[in-house]
């Protein structure tokens, strides 16, 4: 029988997630030797400066620009009749008088 290998390419790139549980661990280990908050500042701390730089140490993501996109707003010869019956009827509504009083 004959083995195959084959090699595969894998990004070097670090994960945020990882470094931050491997940053926050570390800060709490270092922290509890002070006491039970500094080993909750230290895994705060740790957490977050592992994540930030994973996440500074990644390579930006490609963006493309969309194709622009151009709207014709130019007057069409085609009137729409319908368009007159939106216009509001004038009412006349009367105000009522002193002498209506009950």
């Known amino acids: 029988m004959t083995e195959e290998q084959t090699e595969t390419a894998v990004d070097a790139e670090p994960n945020p997630k990882t470094t931050a549980a491997v940053g926050g661990f570390v800060g709490t280990v270092l922290g509890s030797r002070l006491s039970r908050g500094g080993a909750l500042v ?8 592992g994540y930030l730089a994973a996440a500074t140490g990644r390579s930006p993501v490609d963006t493309t620009d969309p194709e622009p996109v151009a709207i014709d707003v130019a007057d069409s010869e085609d009137t729409d009749t319908d368009s007159d019956a939106s216009v509001a009827e004038e009412i006349d509504i009367e105000e009522p008088s002193a002498d209506d009083e009950d």
Do not use: S
């Open 42 to 49: 230290g895994g705060l701390v740790g957490g977050t400066f």
